[in-house]
């Protein structure tokens, strides 16, 4: 497993911005496929972006496509979340999630094996 610390949640008002960052430590960074899931008070969690291991590509949930940017650093051994253009609907904990190599169904947080504990993010309106 690997170790996942997120940072930099806040409150918002709508229409701002945030940059989520989650460091991790442990094994190989650059081997990991890296997402973002949020989970809002009763309600699932859900997927919002990830990318995959080699860093080429990156999947986004349909509702925040245009407006989140994931992004990595394996020098520094961390993913970003890039916010922008944020709404109330967008308050949820916010977890980064590190798997081992994978390819494909990013979006599936069972095929995670190592999250971190979250940063809440909250969005006036």
């Known amino acids: 497993q690997v170790q996942l610390v997120e940072s930099g949640g806040g409150l918002v008002q709508a229409g701002g911005s945030l940059r989520l960052s989650c460091a991790a430590s442990?094994?190989?960074?650059?081997?990991?496929?890296m997402g973002w899931f949020r989970q809002a008070p009763g309600k699932e969690r859900e997927f919002v972006a990830a990318?995959?291991?080699?860093?080429?590509?990156?999947y986004y949930t349909d509702s925040v496509k245009g407006r989140f940017t994931i992004s990595r650093d394996n020098a520094k051994n961390t993913v970003y979340l890039q916010m922008n253009s944020l709404k109330p609907e967008d308050t949820a904990l916010y977890y980064c999630?590190?798997?081992?190599?994978?390819?494909?169904?990013?979006?599936?947080?069972?095929?995670?094996?190592?999250w971190g504990q979250g940063t809440q993010v909250t969005v006036s309106s």
């Open positions: 999630a590190a798997a081992w190599l994978l390819n494909k169904n990013l979006e599936l947080p069972r095929l995670y094996d190592s």
């Open positions: 442990g094994r190989t960074f650059s081997n990991n496929a």
């Open positions: 990318i995959g291991w080699s860093g080429g590509s990156t």
